[in-house]
C-alpha cells in the first residue's frame, strides 16, 4: 500500500497528443516531485515543488509542464513529446524539502511514446 | 552541488552470501543517506538510512556504515535471499534550504539460488 498514487500506471500517445499525469499523495507532506527513469539510467530528478511552489526545474524541455495546484496534487502536462521521452514518470513526495526525511514514491506511469 | 558515484553497476552472488553496495559522496557536509531497493515493475522503496552523526545502522540482514572522513557509505546485506534481487540506490541530502535528495546510479543485485 502506498501513500502516493499516480494515474494512469500505462500511457500510451503519438507525438502530437496532450496529456497528463497526475500524482497525489495522502500523507501530509508539502514536498512533491517528479522524476523520469529510463532503462539503464539513473533517476532524473524532474521537477520539485515545495508549498506549491516550484524551486527546481532541472533543465527539462518545455514539452513537460507541471502543475501543482496544492500540497496532495502534483500534475505534469504532456504535449508534443519525442521517442525518447519513452520512460517511467515517478511521483514522490516528503514532509519538507529541508528536512532528513526520505522521500515515498508512488508506482509511476509507463510512458510509450510512439 | 552533490555528487554521488555508486559501486558497482551490477552484482550477482550466490544465496546465503553477503553483499556490499557502497557510495561516495561529494559534498562534506551532507547529512542525511536513505537506501532504496526497486524491485523489478515496482516503485523504489526506503529500506533503512542513516544520518551523519551515527557511523552504523543494523535492521536484521541490513546494515549501513557511514565514513565521514572519506565521504562513503555502503549498504551491506547478510545471508542474502532470491528476493533481495532488485536495483538497489543510494542517496545523499546536503545541508542547506531547498536541497533535495541526489541519487546514485543503482546497483543492479541478483542473488542466484
Known amino acids: 500500500e502506498t501513500g502516493v498514487t499516480q494515474t494512469p500506471r500505462h500511457l500510451v500517445m503519438g507525438m502530437t497528443n496532450k496529456k497528463s499525469l497526475k500524482c497525489e499523495q495522502h500523507?501530509?507532506?508539502?514536498?512533491m516531485y517528479w522524476y523520469k527513469q529510463s532503462a539503464k539510467k539513473p533517476l532524473e530528478l524532474m521537477f520539485v515543488?515545495?508549498?506549491?511552489?516550484?524551486?527546481e526545474n532541472n533543465s527539462v524541455p518545455s514539452r513537460f509542464s507541471p502543475e501543482c495546484p496544492n500540497s496532495s496534487h502534483l500534475f505534469l502536462h504532456l504535449h508534443t513529446l519525442q521517442p525518447e521521452d519513452s520512460a517511467l514518470y515517478l511521483c514522490?513526495?516528503?514532509?519538507?524539502?529541508?528536512?532528513?526525511?526520505?522521500?515515498?514514491f508512488g508506482d509511476g506511469t509507463r510512458l510509450s511514446i510512439l | 552541488g552533490e555528487n554521488v558515484e555508486q559501486h558497482p553497476s551490477t552484482l550477482s552472488v550466490q544465496e546465503g552470501d553477503s553483499a556490499v553496495i557502497k557510495c561516495t559522496y561529494s559534498?562534506?557536509?551532507?547529512?542525511?543517506f536513505p537506501w532504496y531497493k526497486q524491485e523489478l515493475g515496482k516503485r523504489p522503496q526506503l529500506i533503512i538510512d542513516i544520518r551523519s552523526n551515527v557511523g552504523e545502522k543494523k535492521d536484521q540482514r541490513i546494515a549501513v556504515t557511514l565514513n565521514k572522513t572519506a565521504k562513503h557509505f555502503s549498504l551491506h546485506i547478510t545471508e542474502t535471499q532470491p528476493e533481495d534481487s532488485a536495483v538497489y540506490f543510494c542517496?545523499?541530502?546536503?545541508?542547506?534550504?531547498?536541497?533535495?535528495?541526489?541519487f546514485g546510479k543503482g546497483t543492479r543485485l541478483s542473488v542466484i539460488a
Open positions: 514522490a513526495s516528503s514532509q519538507d524539502l529541508g528536512i532528513n526525511q526520505p522521500q515515498h
Open positions: 500523507l501530509g507532506h508539502n514536498a
Open positions: 515543488y515545495s508549498l506549491e511552489e516550484r524551486v
Open positions: 559534498d562534506s557536509a551532507s547529512n542525511y
Open positions: 542517496a545523499a541530502r546536503g545541508v542547506g534550504g531547498n536541497t533535495p535528495l541526489v
